[in-house]
């Protein structure tokens, strides 16, 4: 937009060469128009190399052998404000986080384990039942052996009850001990996990709404110089070319006008800051690889665009 807008100045300085126009404010507008050529041409470069080392990180054969490949966000940046609640998120994070999960069922098993041996420390009572039968007969004879085990010798059973008290049951005591420091240590480690998640969500949920104060106040900035230099062209325009005071509003109209390429550049990466803000906090809470699609990748000799039709539109809602 600023490459466009210096070419409109430098053609209309250019049809007033014979009138009005300066050589050297025709040179000042002829430099500023090569100055953003090459930050257009800079740019570009800086884009193709951002989807060099996407496509490589994505180590897809077909995308590396395939020129004709672009990559495109699906969605526009994100604008507006959405709720954002630290309570949800720390609930949240409790309910995806994979090692508050993982805590949580070594805690249970080692409870398990707790609860044997808290049962190994009482005596032991034991009711034994017995029965026994034996026949035999030479020669392989398999069926007489059979029966006589119930006619030449009667079945014989038996019952009784065993119980045990080890004196002084140091053996269990020790192992039960150990297991409550156990559990006890995996308590505290879970605390710590709990901690350090709180605090990542915590800085996630700020992170997010500082991102969108700075979005505000970036628009606003672009909105400022944006009608600064919409003064300034003015003003220039109806002033005589011949005048010495054209020079200086010439000059203050480009720097203007690089003034407001900044701001939005400036205003596109508050944009960007903020997206990545949600998604962060989507990390932080570990619901990213639940809700997070952020990027539709084209086929070869295709392209995906933003679904934003017509010219680039600025809006902000509160």
């Known amino acids: 937009m600023a490459h466009d807008q210096a070419v409109k100045i430098l053609a209309e300085l250019q049809n007033r060469e014979q009138i009005d126009a300066l050589r050297s404010q025709i040179a000042r507008a002829r430099a500023a128009v090569a100055i953003r050529r090459a930050n257009v041409q800079r740019a570009m470069l ?3 190399s951002a989807q060099s080392r996407i496509v490589t990180l994505i180590n ?3 995308w590396r052998n395939t020129a004709a490949v672009e990559l495109t966000p699906a969605e526009a940046p994100a604008t507006t404000q959405g709720t954002v609640d630290l309570h949800n998120a720390f609930q949240t994070a409790l309910h995806y986080r994979p090692e508050v999960a993982q805590h949580m069922e070594e805690i249970r098993e080692a409870q398990v384990r707790l609860g044997i041996s808290k049962n190994e420390l009482l005596p032991t009572l034991d009711l034994v039942l017995e029965t ?7 020669n392989y004879d398999v069926s007489d052996s059979i029966g006589s085990q119930f006619a030449d010798g009667a079945p014989s059973y038996s019952a009784g009850i065993v119980f045990q008290v080890p004196l002084g049951n140091r053996a269990a005591q020790a192992e039960f001990r150990r297991r409550e420091a156990q559990v006890a240590q995996l308590m505290h480690e879970l605390n ?3 901690a350090r998640v709180s605090l990542e969500v915590e800085v996630a949920v700020f992170d997010v709404q500082a991102a969108y104060q700075e979005l505000q106040g970036r628009y606003e900035a672009m909105l400022a110089t944006d009608e600064e230099r919409k003064y300034l062209y003015d003003r220039w325009r109806l002033l005589p070319g011949d005048e010495r005071t054209v020079s200086f509003v010439l000059e203050e109209l480009l720097d203007a006008q690089d003034r407001q390429m900044e701001a939005e550049s400036s205003f596109v990466r508050s944009q960007v800051a903020y997206t990545m803000s949600h998604f962060s906090l989507q990390r932080a809470s570990g619901a990213l690889l639940h809700f ?27």
């Open 46 to 48: 800086a884009t193709k």
């Open 132 to 138: 026994y039968v034996a026949g035999l007969d030479g």
């Open 192 to 194: 710590a996990v709990l």
């Open 60 to 62: 897809n054969p077909f």
């Open 292 to 318: 997070g699609q952020p990027m539709h990748v084209a086929n070869a000799s295709e392209h995906v665009t933003v679904p934003v039709g017509g010219a680039p539109t600025y809006g902000l809602s509160p």
